[in-house]
């Protein structure tokens, strides 16, 4: 399996609920980044947590970071429709950066 | 705002065709990446660079080339497009000496290869 998978591939929640994903990873890392992707666009950058940081907040997002299950969680709280996008997980390490396939995330209004 | 832009939002092309995906930004980021993306694989490295002149291969350098002869572009080429190359092309930049800093993405550019 690759380096930086999220898991589940797919998540469906309805409106004010939270969504937690979930990004696993083999190596060593510098530090770890979610994006989030809008249907057909680029990505948008959401936060950064770095290797000897376990806890970060932005907003109503919530990432964790656990290096010894190599593990890290993306948290939306009382999410809403425009929440709907594909989120990755992205692992640095010196000049080797690595993507997850991404999980899927639709907020039913 | 950080900016980066991609020549093209759609691209068709026929097999054995040369082409040129071109990327901008204009916050005089140090780095630039090229990658592609394909459904259930995410996001993967074709080749990056920490300044002008310089590149590096990514994970899947094969059949690409890429050229930065100044700070603020950053081509990719495919050298003789293969029906294997339909993709979608996304190009980031960052700042900072490691390029481990957020990375700014450009549009995309999806390329079909007939």
């Known amino acids: 399996s690759q380096q930086g998978e999220e898991d589940p591939q797919a998540l469906s929640i309805q409106e004010g609920e939270n969504a937690t994903m979930n990004c696993s990873y083999k190596?060593?890392?510098?530090?770890l980044q979610w994006y989030r992707q809008n249907s057909g666009r680029g990505l948008v950058h959401l936060i950064l947590?770095?290797?000897?940081?376990r806890e970060k907040h932005s907003g109503r997002l919530r990432v964790t970071l656990d290096t010894s299950k190599k593990s890290s969680s993306l948290l939306i709280t009382a999410s809403r429709a425009a929440d709907t996008a594909s989120y990755f997980c992205?692992?640095?390490?010196?000049?080797?950066?690595?993507f997850g396939p991404g999980t899927s995330l639709s907020v039913i209004p | 705002d950080v900016k980066v832009t991609q020549s093209s939002r759609y691209l068709v092309k026929r097999t054995g065709e040369k082409v040129f995906l071109e990327c901008v930004q204009d916050?005089?980021?140090?780095?630039m990446f090229w990658y592609r993306q394909d459904p259930g694989l995410g996001l993967r490295l074709i080749y990056f660079s920490y300044d002008v002149k310089m590149k590096e291969k990514g994970d899947i350098p094969e059949g690409y080339s890429v050229s930065r002869e100044k700070k603020e572009r950053f081509s990719l080429i495919l050298e003789s497009a293969s029906t294997n190359q339909t993709s979608m092309y996304l190009c980031?930049?960052?700042?900072?000496?490691?390029?481990?800093?957020?990375?700014?993405f450009g549009p995309g550019t999806r390329l079909t290869v007939l």
């Open positions: 916050m005089d980021h140090e780095n």
């Open positions: 190596t060593s890392i510098n530090n």
């Open positions: 947590i770095r290797s000897n940081e």
């Open positions: 992205a692992t640095f390490h010196y000049d080797k950066v690595i």
């Open positions: 980031a930049s960052s700042t900072g000496t490691s390029g481990h800093n957020e990375q700014f």
